[in-house]
């Protein structure tokens, strides 16, 4: 499998110059998936990260531009959800959802990355 090399913010195929459009990941010594990215002209647009046990431990998305974008996603080793959120333009935007021990602890609603109501 060929390797993927970093140059000037963007991933090629080692001895390509075309900038990298497909999928990348790395295996967990038994073989299970460790993480998983998605590329776009040279460009992570999605990233997961996976538990040993296979369950999700971060999942994001990316614009072309880089900026954060849609879901966000962090888990624990039992595939609960720890925060949930959305977002736009590259910030936080809507619902997020703090979960600690099986409860909420925090709901927060931001805009524009900014906290602008909490419960």
């Given at each position: 499998?060929?390797?993927?090399?970093?140059?000037?913010?963007?991933?090629?195929?080692?001895?390509?110059?075309?900038?990298?459009?497909?999928?990348a990941y790395d295996l967990y010594q038994d073989n299970k998936i460790?993480?998983?990215?998605?590329?776009?002209?040279?460009?992570?647009?999605?990233?997961?990260?996976?538990?040993?046990?296979?369950?999700?431990?971060?999942?994001?998305?990316?614009?072309?531009?880089?900026?954060?974008?849609?879901?966000?996603?962090?888990?624990?080793?039992?595939?609960?959800?720890?925060?949930?959120?959305?977002?736009?333009?590259?910030?936080?935007?809507?619902?997020?959802?703090?979960?600690?021990?099986?409860?909420?602890?925090?709901?927060?609603?931001?805009?524009?990355?900014?906290?602008?109501?909490?419960?």
């Open positions: 499998m060929k390797k993927l090399v970093r140059i000037n913010q963007k991933y090629f195929l080692e001895n390509d110059t075309i900038p990298y459009s497909g999928k460790r993480f998983y990215i998605e590329y776009m002209n040279g460009i992570a647009v999605k990233y997961i990260h996976y538990w040993s046990n296979g369950k999700i431990l971060v999942e994001e998305n990316y614009k072309l531009s880089g900026e954060y974008s849609g879901k966000y996603f962090s888990g624990n080793e039992m595939g609960d959800t720890l925060q949930l959120g959305f977002y736009k333009g590259g910030k936080k935007n809507g619902k997020w959802i703090i979960i600690d021990s099986d409860s909420v602890k925090a709901l927060l609603i931001y805009k524009n990355d900014s906290i602008v109501h909490r419960k």
